[in-house]
């Protein structure tokens, strides 16, 4: 599904010896690096603050534990969407209240949002799944009117770029209160390891952030608040300070793939290819289809037949999860129906044409067969 391998040759010289500076120096953890990367990444995204922790889980648990909500506090999240935006809703003793999303864009649904909203409403967790915002311009509109905080989970989606009505541009992530990221291997801007960060605008917030991610204290061994312990280690920052300076190519690279994937299933009936929404660009961490004619799981399986990986996000929506189970027995058609026809086929930054025949060949052939 991604070429980790190819992607790292391509960048070695410079990879290596960035992580070789750091082994050179012992500064193993809060090195250099890691301030150099918050601030190079603050830069590109054209956020205030960045707050580097150590993976994308982390960054949404922080970011919730520093907008003061209370345990009991109910927090409106997508059903369908990773489990971990949920997780650490659940942790904090807060309660995740579920919405359906858009059948086009997989995005949260604005609308069914509003209708969720009660007294215990706190904020609002948008995802930006498979790499496109979320209707950001009226979500936002309805968290000032109900006075909730918004948690961007960017984790998918580093490099978007949302346009409001009025022509103003803003990258995903930077919209909200918080926003956050995982920099996972897989993800389009991803280390070698696990990574995360969160990107603030507001100074106080950001200075909340950091201290929480730090055992709750500012100044060492003086502890003012409940913390934790949550760092992006210094090789890891080294190497994303690299693979920065590419994250635009990476990006144009998957778009490029997308449109050739595009132009190849349009005429294939059973298959519907991703919609791209109108106020955000597309960076293309999945390439998810819609399967309609013939059964998703036995494209797949014929698929792998033939040599080609493909990928489920998500087979199960989270109201189905045992963990999250709620005493209500609520109905998200979408979701439900979304589960059982998505398949993401492979894009990464290094697909070259032969490869990606050879996948759209695989495609249209196992879908004959099944017709």
Same mark, same amino acid.
């Given at each position: ?159 978007? +770029? ?9 990258? +995903? ?199």
């Amino acid at each position: 599904m991604v070429d980790l391998g190819s992607q790292y040759q391509n960048i070695k010289e410079e990879a290596d010896a960035a992580m070789q500076e750091v082994i050179d120096s012992c500064a193993f953890i809060n090195g250099p690096a890691v301030h150099a990367f918050a601030s190079e990444l603050a830069d590109y995204t054209g956020v205030k603050n960045v707050i580097p922790c150590g993976n994308g889980t982390d960054a949404l648990q922080i970011a919730l534990m520093a907008v003061g909500l209370q345990a009991g506090d109910e927090v409106i999240v997508p059903v369908f969407t990773y489990v971990a935006t949920a997780e650490v809703i659940a942790l904090l003793n807060l309660k995740p209240v579920f919405v359906d999303v858009d059948p086009n864009t997989f995005n949260i649904d604005v609308a069914q949002s509003r209708k969720v909203i009660t007294s215990k409403t706190k904020a609002i967790v948008p995802v930006h799944l498979f790499g496109q915002c979320a209707d950001m311009e009226p979500l936002l509109a309805l968290a000032k009117e109900f006075d909730l905080k918004v948690i961007e989970d960017t984790a998918q989606a580093i490099g978007a +770029a949302y346009t409001f009505s009025d022509g103003t541009v803003k990258q +995903a992530g930077t919209m909200g209160d918080i926003g956050t990221t995982s920099f996972f291997p897989s993800k389009n801007l991803g280390c070698f390891g696990d990574g995360g960060a969160m990107l603030i605008n507001d100074d106080d917030l950001a200075k909340q952030a950091k201290m929480i991610a730090n055992h709750g204290q500012r100044i060492k061994y003086h502890h003012d608040i409940i913390g934790c312990n949550s760092r992006l280690d210094t090789l890891q920052a080294a190497l994303l300070r690299v693979k920065l300076k590419h994250l635009n190519t990476y990006n144009a690279n998957r778009l490029s793939v997308a449109d050739r994937y595009d132009e190849a299933f349009a005429a294939v009936p059973e298959l519907s290819t991703p919609v791209r929404s109108e106020r955000s660009t597309h960076v293309f961490h999945q390439y998810t289809l819609k399967v309609n004619g013939v059964e998703r799981d036995a494209l797949k399986n014929r698929l792998m037949e033939k040599g080609v990986p493909s990928m489920v996000y998500y087979p199960v929506p989270l109201h189905h999860q045992k963990a999250y189970q709620q005493e209500e027995c609520a109905v998200f058609l979408i979701t439900e129906g979304l589960c059982q026809v998505v398949l993401s086929l492979p894009v990464h930054t290094e697909m070259d044409s032969e490869q990606q025949e050879f996948i759209i060949d695989a495609v249209k052939t196992a879908i004959d067969e099944l017709r």
